[in-house]
């Protein structure tokens, strides 16, 4: 089955820096996009930063445009997220993301997240 593990959060300082990964399995990983998503207590989950197959082509939100960067090792199955100049409004969970997509729709598959704090 569909698998997405997330590790690498924790309590930073304002400024700091922290690196999340994604360990996935269950499928042909390589060939699918990924994302980092977050949702923070009481706000709607917002997606962060995606990466397509291959690694070539990015996107962040303009709130971490700068700050993060995704990043991808197909031989490993594992994607990335580096964040550096940590503020406190990057507290919230970090979900990883991938999407089965059809015509008819597309399916969601989630990590169970990973906790990030910026203290102030």
């Known amino acids: 089955q569909v698998q997405l593990v997330e590790s690498g959060g924790g309590l930073v300082q304002p400024g700091g820096s922290l690196r999340l990964s994604c360990a996935a399995s269950?499928?042909?990983?390589?060939?699918?996009?990924m994302n980092w998503y977050r949702q923070a207590p009481g706000k709607e989950r917002e997606l962060v930063a995606s990466?397509?197959?291959?690694?070539?082509?990015?996107n962040y939100a303009d709130s971490v445009k700068g700050r993060f960067t995704i990043s991808r090792d197909d031989a490993k199955n594992t994607v990335y997220l580096q964040m550096n100049s940590l503020k406190p409004e990057d507290t919230a969970v970090y979900f990883c993301n991938t999407k089965f997509r059809s015509i008819y729709g597309s399916r969601d598959y989630w990590g169970q997240g990973t906790q990030v704090t910026v203290s102030s």
């Open positions: 990466i397509s197959s291959g690694g070539g082509f990015t």
């Open positions: 269950g499928f042909t990983f390589s060939i699918y996009a």
